[in-house]
């Protein structure tokens, strides 16, 4: 902005100290710089805009007859982006200017069709804008990444295990989303970590509890963050009747508890989880809590005798205080075909609200491994021995639940 | 393997079978190759010799007896009535001829083998099953009708033959969804819609086998003379919801009980048919273990399931794709990023196992 081209305030209406021509040194020490145009513009009528359109041409022949001129349209500024302005925004070219521009942008929109829209050079401009507030200044290859990844999903580009276990959408969606809930709110705390094999099959064994399966997945995440190894929990039947549920469990890598899958899971070197007590475990009333159920009939300590992977047993104290199950409805429950419908303080009174858990402090500690390799190769099918690892197992959870009980402060902290 | 073989086919009108029939007749080692069906098959037969009979009633035990044959192939164990008729029909084809075909087989002192092709159908699809099924396993859920149910009685009845005839050698063969351009099965007239109807909340696991490497696995059968009941399916598996994302088209995705519903729908409007198995298999879906077809059988397929599916897709009228489209002109004006994907499964799920 040329000092030319600004008639400052002052240079108008009855001579004063100025001359006309040039406005007094009080004058100019008083316009601020650009100062003029803003209040200038705001006055503007919007039908008189023929002077400065004009401007250009006359711009460079006689500043003074541009002067005349605007005295005479009692508009003391002379515009200094006339033609282009309508158009297109000019590229900011330091933060003063652009300032003005938008502002004076601003006050023209109503000469503007609607129908002209947005010109793309703005459109580019504010998605780089928001590229960069999004994915910060490496945003060309993180939005390049992002769109490779939606164009795979898109395309069905991507591929699944037998099992129907879906890697990448677990650990960039499921995992995404489950870790705030594990960390915040139940602020989930990971002992003995240093007892599941690095690599290789071995099947975790864990306590149920908590009227919703939430424990499965509070451990899936927890098991993933700690070691990089992805949980396989294997559910009930129920799981895969169910719509939605069953699809996104196999998406997530579970799979049916039944002996052919988990020995399978096993033979191919995966992490399996299992809880075996089953519903009898998240069902059972909050007066029952931190008792363990009967450990099914055994069928995963089989599964590790064939196989010959270690156990490991887990234990989850904080599960049983998230929806505190006060009560049943049996009947209901058998005409649904679900093994109870939970009443809790909270549900169903307060309706969507009593889903909420309750925000309980978490311990998860893995106990030492039970080998189970080191045991004739017929020791599957001795009954008595499947009972007694059972029992074992069953054991070392029980004790780890009431030491870790005891160690605990209070519920939620 | 003694030059000279004389080889029967059943089903031969079926466009599976004719082409078998055909490439098994150019084999040098394979001297005459008879085809058989009801129906005279719609196209060339090149050296295989037609005769019509029906294998549900005793003649073929008279062909058996004159022609020689060694070997019997049977193919005609079908999934859809087709031109044959109603379901009573497909019903009498496929189970009292195959006791027919069996009866004749035994009969005969000339048959050293059998190769029956029989279907993954067997296996049924329910919540309950496992994720693979091995040879070994039983469907959990027993069918009660329809092809299922006569697959079943099929296997049965070839188990039966084995027993009665130790020295002859039975094949069975149990197939997952063959696909391919040609193919016309309920499942690829299922895929040719324009709007696919899924089930809502349910994503099945699909398992194909390429009709090329059905010709090849029933061919190495013919040749390898190795007994026994072998799953036979392209390597890796896919999921319907990633087939329809691969074909570009538009699904619809339907509660359980409507899902049923417009398969009678479909059916009576000549669309697809939309069995009650087919329903099940694209509710929860199947996978069978093929460890046994690579070490036992020796049989490797060209395709794996993706390949075998991505060629059926190639024939089909491109998809408009638009959200793609816009993604890739996007990506260009990126730079170029190296993937980011998880490397553990790169080919499709493995084929460990």
Not at chain 1, 184 to 209: D, Q, Y
Not at chain 2, 172 to 198: D, E, H, K, Q, W
Not at chain 2, 302 to 309: G, H, L, N, P, S
């Amino acid at each position: 902005m040329g000092d030319a081209e600004i008639i400052p305030i002052g240079t108008r209406g009855p001579q004063g100290r100025g001359t006309g021509t040039r406005p007094s040194s009080a004058a100019r020490g008083l316009a601020p710089k650009g100062g003029a145009q803003r209040g200038a513009d705001a006055k503007q009528p919007p039908a008189k805009r023929t002077p400065a359109k004009k401007a250009p041409a006359k711009k460079s022949a006689a500043p003074a007859e541009a002067r005349d001129e605007a005295r005479d349209e009692a508009r003391p500024v002379v515009d200094e982006h006339p033609h282009d302005r309508p158009s297109v925004v000019p590229p900011p070219t330091s933060e003063q200017t652009s300032e003005q521009a938008s502002r004076a942008a601003a006050a023209r929109t109503e000469d503007r069709s609607p129908l002209a829209g947005i010109p793309v050079g703005d459109w580019l401009a504010a998605f780089q804008h928001a590229s960069k507030e999004l994915f910060g200044d490496q945003w060309e290859p993180q939005l390049a990444r992002m769109i490779a990844f939606t164009r795979r999903r898109i395309t069905g580009d991507y591929s699944v295990d037998e099992y129907g276990f879906d890697q990448e959408v677990t650990e960039r969606f499921f995992m995404a989303a489950l870790r705030p809930i594990a960390q915040k709110w139940f602020r989930i705390e990971v002992r003995g970590v240093e007892n599941i094999p690095a690599e290789g099959g071995a099947l975790v064994v864990s306590n149920h509890s908590g009227t919703v399966p939430l424990d499965g997945l509070m451990t899936m995440v927890s098991i993933h963050d700690q070691t990089g190894r992805h949980l396989r929990p294997l559910g009930a039947d129920l799981v895969f009747r169910l719509p939605m549920v069953g699809t996104l469990a196999r998406k997530s890598g579970a799979t049916l508890a039944c002996s052919e899958d988990a020995e399978r899971m096993l033979r191919g070197g995966e992490l399996v989880g299992v809880w075996p007590e089953g519903f009898k475990g998240i069902g059972k009333p909050f007066s029952d809590r931190y008792k363990l159920q009967r450990f099914g009939r055994g069928g995963f300590v089989s599964a590790a005798l064939r196989t010959g992977v270690p156990i490991v047993p887990l234990s989850v104290v904080g599960a049983e205080e998230i929806y505190p199950l006060v009560g049943n409805v049996p009947s209901l429950a058998r005409l649904l075909g679900v093994p109870y419908i939970p009443i809790t303080p909270l549900f169903p009174w307060l309706g969507p609200l009593g889903l909420v858990p309750l925000p309980s402090k978490w311990l998860l500690e893995f106990g030492e491994p039970i080998r189970t390799d080191e045991y004739e190769p017929g020791a599957a099918d001795d009954p008595m021995l499947v009972f007694n690892v059972t029992d074992q197992v069953r054991e070392t959870i029980q004790q780890t639940l009431y030491s870790l009980l005891m160690q605990r402060q209070s519920v939620f902290r | 393997m003694v030059a000279g073989r004389t080889v029967l086919v059943t089903g031969v009108s079926r466009d599976l079978g004719r082409t078998f029939a055909r490439t098994l007749a150019s084999d040098p080692t394979v001297d005459r190759v008879i085809g058989v069906d009801v129906i005279p098959p719609r196209g060339d037969l090149g050296d295989v010799r037609f005769v019509r009979a029906d294998i549900r009633n005793p003649v073929i035990a008279k062909v058996i007896a004159r022609e020689d044959v060694d070997t019997v192939v049977h193919m005609s164990v079908i999934a859809t009535p087709g031109s044959a008729g109603a379901r009573g029909t497909m019903k009498e084809l496929n189970v009292i001829g195959t006791m027919q075909l069996l009866a004749a087989c035994q009969k005969s002192e000339q048959v050293r083998q059998l190769v029956v092709k029989s279907s993954t159908i067997a296996y049924g699809a329910s919540s309950r099953d496992p994720a693979m099924f091995t040879e070994d396993m039983e469907p959990r859920r027993p069918a009660r009708s329809g092809y299922s149910k006569d697959v079943i009685e099929v296997e049965r009845y070839v188990r039966g033959f084995a027993r009665r005839r130790p020295d002859v050698t039975v094949t069975l063969l149990r197939c997952a969804n063959v696909i391919g351009p040609r193919v016309v099965s309920p499942l690829t007239s299922y895929f040719r819609m324009p709007v696919i109807p899924t089930v809502l909340g349910f994503d099945p696991r699909l398992q194909f086998l390429h009709e090329s490497d059905l010709h090849r696995v029933l061919r190495h059968a013919v040749l390898e003379d190795k007994g026994g009941t072998f799953n036979i399916a392209g390597d890796g598996l896919m999921v319907l919801s990633q087939a329809l994302r691969r074909m570009g088209r538009s699904n619809l995705p339907l509660p359980g009980f409507a899902f049923g519903g417009l398969g009678s729908a479909l059916k009576s409007a000549r669309v697809a048919d939309l069995s009650p198995e087919l329903v099940a298999f694209l509710t929860y879906g199947r996978g069978v273990d093929t460890t046994r077809m690579r070490e036992e059988l020796g049989f490797e397929p060209d395709y794996t399931t993706v390949e075998a599916f991505a060629e059926f897709v190639s024939t089909l009228p491109p998809p408009p794709r638009r959200a793609e489209k816009a993604l890739a002109a996007v990506a260009e004006q990126l730079p170029p990023v190296d993937e980011d994907r998880p490397a553990q499964l790169s080919p499709a799920g493995g084929r460990h196992g």
